[in-house]
Nanobody, 118 residues
């Protein structure tokens, strides 16, 4: 089993910054990719940024957010600058993991709330 634990959400004023972090633990042989998704009320869950063979960003956050990974520590972080009220959502850590049995699965964290006030 694999666990993803997020931290760093909170309330911030528009224009401010937050840093989200996620650490993976458990029966991990290799982490293929890690990333961040978000879901606002009434909306579908959407990709924010991912780091695998390449780095991807949603158009809405490119230039404001930066994703980084530490493979040795099995962590992924999301530095969010220039936050806007429309960035308000629950942010979920995501990882594509190969376990000790050679199976690859997608895992999700429990989510952390980010609220940006006008």
């Amino acid at each position: 089993q694999v666990q993803l634990v997020e931290s760093g959400g909170g309330l911030v004023q528009a224009g401010g910054s937050l840093r989200l972090s996620c650490v993976a633990s458990g029966s991990i042989l290799n982490i293929i990719a890690m990333g961040w998704y978000r879901q606002a009320p009434g909306n579908q869950r959407e990709l924010v940024a991912s780091s695998g063979g390449s780095t991807k960003y949603a158009d809405s956050v490119r230039g404001r957010f930066a994703i980084s990974r530490d493979n040795a520590k099995m962590t992924v972080s999301l530095q969010m600058n220039g936050l806007k009220p429309e960035d308000t959502a629950v942010y979920f850590c995501n990882a594509e993991v190969m376990d000790y049995y050679g199976e690859t699965r997608i895992y999700w964290g429990q989510g952390t709330q980010v609220t940006v006030s006008p």
